[in-house]
């Protein structure tokens, strides 16, 4: 273990997202000491397609943490060591020779390749098969058919990724092989997890999968846990020799920041959308409500394989913002609880905020949004409280959708994201529920499950055990609401859902 009085008193998370990258400070108190944040462009090259530019995404990394480091006066010898976590799927191939990209990273959202994936994977048997090697159902959303786009599309590049010139990496493996001056090419199990080419069970790259997508296996990184050695930092203008010891995807990163490192736990992110993820330990269950398994971030004295549901609600907080940037109800976000808060019920009122379709459990693309149940008497806080209500409601959905395919019920939810400091939401979530809902006094757990993946593998906390011990004064919600009262709201919003339908 680090002495934390003479050692080094920091550890530095880098949060690579999708709008934005951010370098954290974390002490050994697990406290967010400062964040630097710096946005990049989003490149929306023809409709549904969206790239990033590499070098943007890497300099506005680097840019926070030579700021943050500078702003503190802090060097090599202060920060034990570095975590990453980042936005999931989005690929980047490039030239080792010379470190240039290929092109601009293909973005997790960008829709170029769902041709493709339905004329690779539109036959049941085929994507049954990839559900059972990688536990996702297939989709342009994943990494697999965004490389072969890139193969297919650049010229020469097929050739020379036959060739052994060209490698392929998810935005973790891209920042890492970079900040180790290209000794490091690798990757984490829960990126590698949502490529679509990682067999979960065998835990390997898959054969069958890279000659499905016509993909060589000489470009995809070593797959590494994600609380170990990624190598140091080796990367002009940045303080040498920081070892990088955590990697994980944004979601399971924040699954782990949450404290969540056994079977039965979970968490909900509650932002434009949900994300849900629940630890199902040793066992990976095939979902049966379309859902995805998916590979968790382990501690580094967990010798096996854990694994995680994951579900989502398209449309959470961005009703919040339709609020008020297309209705004008509101003028911000937080409004909303002072207004939910201010009737006694929801007088009848339902939002069903299928914008996009509806997702789990219901898996209808064509559905579009309703309001049901106005009267004359329906008012704005009515309807600030059904666009509330509607992401209890989505999050219920998905967590029965979760017990049923775990086998056990969720005891407990852990919350973060914006929309979870909504005091009215989170009570009307444990009434709906009826399980104990814990935000912790840090909602930031995506930077924290970095931090703490890699503090546990060099030793600056002791175990997951000293994690727990951090967090001390969570708030909680549990269910007041009495039972028939519940049953009505529910049976409320199924009805609306059936009309949306
Ligand atoms: P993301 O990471 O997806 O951009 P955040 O976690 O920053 O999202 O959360 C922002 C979302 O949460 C927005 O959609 C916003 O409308 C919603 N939100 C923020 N604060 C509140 C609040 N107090 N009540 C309800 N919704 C909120």
């Known amino acids: 273990m680090s002495d934390v009085t003479t050692g080094p008193r920091y550890v530095v998370a880098l949060d690579q997202g999708t709008t934005s990258s951010r370098a954290v400070l974390v002490d050994h108190d697990g406290k967010m000491v400062d964040v630097v944040q710096r946005p990049f462009n989003q490149i929306y090259p023809k409709p549904g397609w969206v790239e990033h530019n590499p070098h943007e995404i890497l300099f506005s990394q680097l840019g926070c943490l030579t700021e943050l480091l500078q702003k503190h006066g802090l060097g090599a010898e202060d920060v034990a060591c570095i975590g990453i976590d980042n936005q999931r799927e989005t690929t980047i191939v490039w030239d080792p020779s010379t470190g240039e990209p290929v092109m601009n990273a293909i973005v997790w959202q960008c829709r170029r390749t769902a041709d493709m994936v339905e004329e690779l994977c539109g036959d049941p048997e085929v994507a049954a098969k990839i559900q059972a090697k990688t536990g996702l159902l297939p989709d342009a959303y994943f990494s697999a058919s965004k490389i072969a786009w890139i193969l297919n599309n650049v010229?020469?590049?097929?050739?020379?990724?036959?060739?052994?010139?060209?490698?392929?990496?998810?935005?973790?493996?891209w920042l890492v092989w970079v900040l180790t001056g290209g000794l490091v090419h690798a990757t984490d199990v829960t990126n590698a997890s949502r490529t679509m080419l990682y067999n979960i069970h065998e835990g390997c790259w898959d054969p069958w999968l890279l000659e499905l997508f016509d993909i060589p296996a000489s470009m995809m990184p070593e797959v590494r846990r994600s609380s170990g050695s990624f190598g140091e930092t080796?990367?002009?203008?940045?303080?040498?020799?920081?070892?990088?010891?955590?990697?994980?995807?944004?979601?399971?990163?924040?699954?782990?920041?949450?404290?969540?490192?056994?079977?039965?736990?979970?968490?909900?992110?509650?932002?434009?959308?949900?994300?849900?993820?629940?630890?199902?330990?040793?066992?990976?269950?095939?979902?049966?409500?379309?859902?995805?398994t998916t590979i968790a971030a382990s501690a580094p004295d967990v010798d096996h394989t854990e694994y995680a549901l994951e579900g989502s609600v398209f449309v959470a907080g961005a009703v919040i913002q339709w609020l008020r940037d297309e209705l004008g109800l509101i003028r911000d976000a937080a409004e909303t609880e002072y207004l939910a808060s201010s009737v006694e019920d929801n007088a009848g009122v339902y939002i069903v905020p299928a914008f996009t379709g509806l997702g789990a459990p219901y898996w209808a693309a064509d559905a579009r949004g309703t309001i049901t149940g106005l009267t004359r008497g329906a008012n704005r806080a009515h309807i600030a409280r059904a666009a509330l209500e509607s992401l209890a409601y989505q999050s219920a959905d998905l967590v029965r959708a979760m017990e049923a395919d775990a086998g056990a019920p969720i005891k407990t939810l852990n919350v973060d994201g914006g929309a979870s400091r909504n005091n009215f939401l989170m009570q009307f979530q444990a009434d709906m529920l009826g399980c104990e809902i814990r935000r912790p006094q840090n909602t930031e757990t995506t930077s924290l499950g970095a931090a703490y993946l890699a503090g546990l593998a060099v030793g600056f906390w002791s175990g997951t055990d000293e994690l727990r011990s951090l967090r001390t004064t969570d708030d909680v919600f549990e269910r007041?609401?009495?039972?028939?009262q519940v049953d009505a709201y529910l049976a409320g919003w199924k009805e609306a859902v059936r009309r949306t339908l």
Do not use: W
């Open 155 to 173: 010229p020469g590049a097929r050739e020379r990724a036959e060739a052994g010139e060209l490698l392929f990496g998810t935005v973790d493996t």
């Open 234 to 292: 080796s990367y002009p203008g940045v303080p040498a020799g920081i070892p990088i010891t955590g990697v994980a995807g944004d979601q399971q990163s924040a699954l782990f920041g949450q404290c969540c490192f056994e079977a039965g736990q979970a968490k909900n992110t509650y932002g434009t959308g949900c994300f849900l993820l629940l630890h199902t330990g040793a066992e990976a269950p095939a979902s049966k409500n379309s859902l995805v």
């Open 480 to 484: 007041k609401m009495a039972p028939e």
